[in-house]
Nanobody, 125 residues
């Protein structure tokens, strides 16, 4: 599986961005998908993840109510809609795919097999 993330950019606080991650490969539907971010000097953290058919979701507490993850297995794409952005959301955002992950594994980056190249999100105050 190859992943290509896009949609990052510069936005003012309170604004919105929608990240997209397009995947290659015919087994896309067998992978859980996650969005992670890494800010300078900080560890990579999972902000949102979604299981195979979208029936199980994970959100970090810091983004609940503001970010929404969704996927379309027919289009081999996962999205992250980010609303009410804050300066502390500034980071490089990565999409990742993990084979058939269980719910308890969604937030841990070690369980993901494939990673996209990252897209930078900058939120100005």
């Amino acid at each position: 599986v190859q992943l290509q993330a896009s949609g990052g950019g510069l936005v003012q606080a309170g604004g919105s961005l929608r990240l997209s991650c397009a995947a290659s490969g015919r087994t896309f539907g067998s992978y859980a998908l996650g969005w992670f971010r890494q800010a300078p000097g900080k560890e990579r953290e999972c902000v949102a993840a979604i299981r195979l058919r979208g029936n199980n979701l994970y959100y970090a507490d810091t983004v609940k109510g503001r970010f929404t993850i969704s996927r379309d297995n027919a289009k081999n794409t996962v999205w992250l809609q980010m609303n009410s952005l804050k300066p502390e959301d500034t980071a490089v955002y990565y999409c990742a795919a993990g084979f058939n992950l269980i719910i308890s594994s969604l937030s841990n980056p070690v369980h993901y097999d494939y990673w996209g190249q990252g897209t930078l999100v900058t939120v100005s105050s």
